[in-house]
């Protein structure tokens, strides 16, 4: 069922997405500084192209949190509304709620991304 659901979530906003988190990626490693961040921006971006069968696990500590700070001023307001839009408005049918919520889940991602893993869920 989590590759059927990749796929579908590919088609119905996946892509477009993945294709933020990559464009706010090479954005952040045009200069030298922000690397570090463009680097977490293309790590980010494989949650947006397959979120079924992964979940966020907060790590964080006193530099993530100030990472977090920039990012929310500089990128992170743009991803977290596209992402909370789109959640929206694939919630409107019964069987758009699942995808809905994985657009929710990357929204919260989207604003507080450092200090935070993507790991996959194991299923018995």
């Known amino acids: 069922m989590r590759i059927l659901g990749?796929?579908?979530w590919i088609i119905f906003g996946g892509?477009?997405?993945?294709?933020?988190?990559w464009?706010?990626?090479?954005?952040?490693?045009?200069?030298?500084?922000?690397?570090?961040?463009g680097i977490?921006?293309?790590k980010l971006?494989?949650?947006?192209?397959?979120?079924?069968?992964?979940e966020i696990v907060?790590?964080?500590?006193?530099v993530s949190c100030l990472l977090n700070i920039l990012w929310i001023c500089f990128s992170g307001i743009e991803l977290a509304i596209t992402n909370a839009v789109l959640g929206c408005i694939l919630c409107i049918t019964i069987v758009g709620i699942p995808f809905g919520k994985q657009f929710f889940k990357i929204a919260?991602?989207?604003?507080?991304?450092?200090?935070?893993?993507?790991?996959?869920?194991k299923y018995l």
Do not use: H, M, Y
């Open 6 to 8: 990749n796929i579908l």
């Open 15 to 21: 892509l477009f997405s993945a294709i933020g988190w």
């Open 23 to 37: 464009l706010a990626g090479i954005l952040w490693c045009i200069t030298v500084v922000g690397i570090p961040v």
């Open 40 to 42: 977490q921006c293309f």
């Open 45 to 54: 971006s494989s949650i947006s192209l397959n979120p079924f069968g992964k």
């Open 58 to 62: 907060d790590e964080g500590g006193a």
């Open 108 to 121: 919260k991602l989207a604003l507080f991304p450092f200090g935070t893993k993507v790991v996959r869920t």
